[in-house]
């Protein structure tokens, strides 16, 4: 057999299934807190990311910007950028200019510690992350939302999103970043002074109406839900870190994230001129599909959509054996009569992700539409790919001390960019 069924899981995990009665048609919802493809006549939708990127007003990165992007740096362009994974953004081109001219910026990304390790999907855009700053020799400051995940999930205690935190600082120090050029903060820890004078500041500029209408905030959600915005824009102003930047307004940053965080920085776009900084730069990237298909994309409370960064050999095997959505035949004889299908297959889409090699990536679609490579053989391939790269990261998350994670959440570790805070 070709394995195209996956092990079922509860229907309201994961909305892969048919929803019953055609009258249930309903749009795409991509928020920062959930992420649906649409349903058309009943059916759950793969998330359509061109519609994605006229609803929120983005540009598609395009083949002339990567080409600039290459000429600029002098670099190919990392495998995220040239196979569309990152595929959208909001003035890269002026972060571009920037870099040509030699004048400063920085990075800003973070990560929402809901449970105790990340699973392969938060990975992507750290791994982004760490691609842009060696490439550019930029500061990059992380934010850890435990104060969001404390305010927008209620089933979790204070103590539990610190300590998710906590570990969420290993995972990113075990990722390779290093404190001399890295800021990690906890909010929750961490604000204060020149971070909560901005807080301040941004949320006098932003009215209630504008929350409910980018976020759909109603008067049922706690007041903390509502001011939490303030919050996440505050790191893309720069005088939010003057142990880095001193009192300087003029040195904007490049957030890399996934589209759902989009709302966010639309927000701050419109804010930062207001107190006179400058605008950031966003560029986005898709969702890591959920083990049932791409409708959904990857989330840490449902285990059995996700592959963790903690899960063992045995795990991943049986995860992708398991779960993992095949774009098989019903049976290997059909499947090597007519092939299958790699665009909706899910242990293939995730070595889009992994596999450097074009030329190898190019062979297992050919391979797998011509029925030359099977479903089974496809998900070993997978397995293969997620233990080397999950079992690289445990050696090296072994190694992180408290030491280094303790320096990377340093204000005052000695970082070679004092240069920046003087103009």
Same mark, same amino acid.
């Given at each position: 057999?070709?394995?195209? +069924?996956?092990e ?5 995990a ?9 009258? =249930?048609n309903?749009?795409q919802n ?11 006549d ?5 998330i359509?990311y061109? #519609?994605?990127?006229?609803e ?6 395009d083949?002339a910007?990567?080409?600039?992007f290459e #000429?600029?740096?002098g670099?190919?362009? %990392?495998?995220?950028l040239?196979?569309?994974i990152?595929f959208s *953004?909001?003035e890269?081109d002026?972060i571009?200019d920037r870099?040509?001219?030699?004048k400063?910026f920085?990075?800003?990304t ?8 990340? %699973?392969?999907g ?8 760490k691609?842009?700053?060696e490439t550019?020799d ?7 939302t435990d ?5 927008f999930?209620?089933d979790l205690k204070l103590?539990?999103v610190?300590e ?10 075990a990722?390779g970043?290093?404190?001399e050029?890295?800021?990690v903060?906890s ?5 204060g002074?020149?971070?909560?004078r @901005?807080?301040?500041q941004?949320?006098r500029c932003?009215? &209630? @109406? ?5 976020f $759909?905030?109603?008067?049922?959600d706690?007041i903390g839900?509502? %001011?939490?915005p303030s ?7 720069c005088?939010?870190?003057?142990e880095? &930047?001193?009192?300087?307004?003029d040195i904007?940053?490049l957030i890399p994230c ?5 709302p966010?920085f639309?927000?701050? /776009?419109?804010?930062?001129? /207001?107190l006179?900084? +400058?605008?950031?730069?966003?560029? *986005? ?8 298909? !791409?409708t959904a994309k990857m =989330? ?14 045995a795990?991943?095997?049986k995860?992708i @054996?398991r779960?993992?959505?095949s774009?098989?035949r019903?049976?290997l004889e ?6 299958g299908?790699?665009d909706?297959?899910? !242990? ?8 450097e090699?074009? +030329?190898?990536?190019?062979?297992l679609?050919? $391979?797998y539409?011509?029925g ?11 397995i293969e ?5 999950? $079992?690289?990261f ?5 190694a ?5 994670a303790?320096?990377?959440c ?6 070679p960019y004092a240069?920046?805070?003087?103009k």
């Open positions: 057999m070709s394995e195209s +069924k996956p079922a899981v509860p229907v309201e994961v909305e892969t299934l048919a929803l019953s009665g055609s009258d =249930s309903q749009k991509i928020t920062p807190w959930d992420v649906e493809g649409a349903v058309v009943g059916v759950r939708q793969a359509d061109d #519609k994605l990127t006229n929120f007003g983005t540009r598609k990165i083949e910007l990567l080409e600039r #000429k600029v740096t670099r190919p362009a %990392h495998l995220f040239r196979r569309g990152f *953004h909001r890269l002026k571009l870099y040509e001219q030699g400063p920085y990075l800003y973070g990560r929402g510690p809901s449970r105790g390790s990340m %699973h392969i938060h990975m992507l855009p750290f791994v982004f992350c691609w842009l700053q550019f930029v500061p990059l400051v992380i934010q850890l104060d969001e995940k404390y305010l999930k209620t103590e539990q610190r998710n935190a906590a570990k969420a600082v290993r995972e990113i120090a990722i970043f290093k404190p050029k890295t800021f903060f909010n929750i820890d961490h604000i002074g020149a971070f909560y @901005n807080i301040l941004i949320s932003i009215t &209630f @109406n504008a929350a409910k209408a980018t $759909g905030f109603n008067d049922g706690y839900k509502i %001011h939490f919050v996440q824009a505050a790191p893309a102003l005088s939010t870190f003057p880095i &930047f001193g009192d300087r307004k904007p940053c996934a589209i759902d965080q989009d966010y639309r927000l701050t /776009r419109d804010v930062a001129p /207001r006179k900084h +400058k605008k950031p730069s966003l560029i *986005h990237g898709r969702f890591l599909p959920a083990l049932q298909g !791409p =989330s840490s409370s449902i285990d059995a959509s996700a592959v963790f960064l903690s899960d063992t050999p795990q991943i095997k995860k @054996n779960y993992a959505f774009g098989g019903t049976s059909e499947h090597r009569q007519f092939g299908d790699p909706v297959d899910v !242990p293939y889409q995730y070595l889009t992700y992994f596999i090699d074009d +030329k190898e990536l190019a062979s679609a050919e $391979g539409r011509k030359e490579i099977s479903s089974g053989e496809m998900k070993a391939r997978c790919e997620l233990q080397q790269i999950i $079992g690289s445990q050696e090296r998350a072994k992180i001390t408290d030491q280094m303790k320096d990377l340093d204000p005052n570790f000695p970082r240069a920046l805070a003087k």
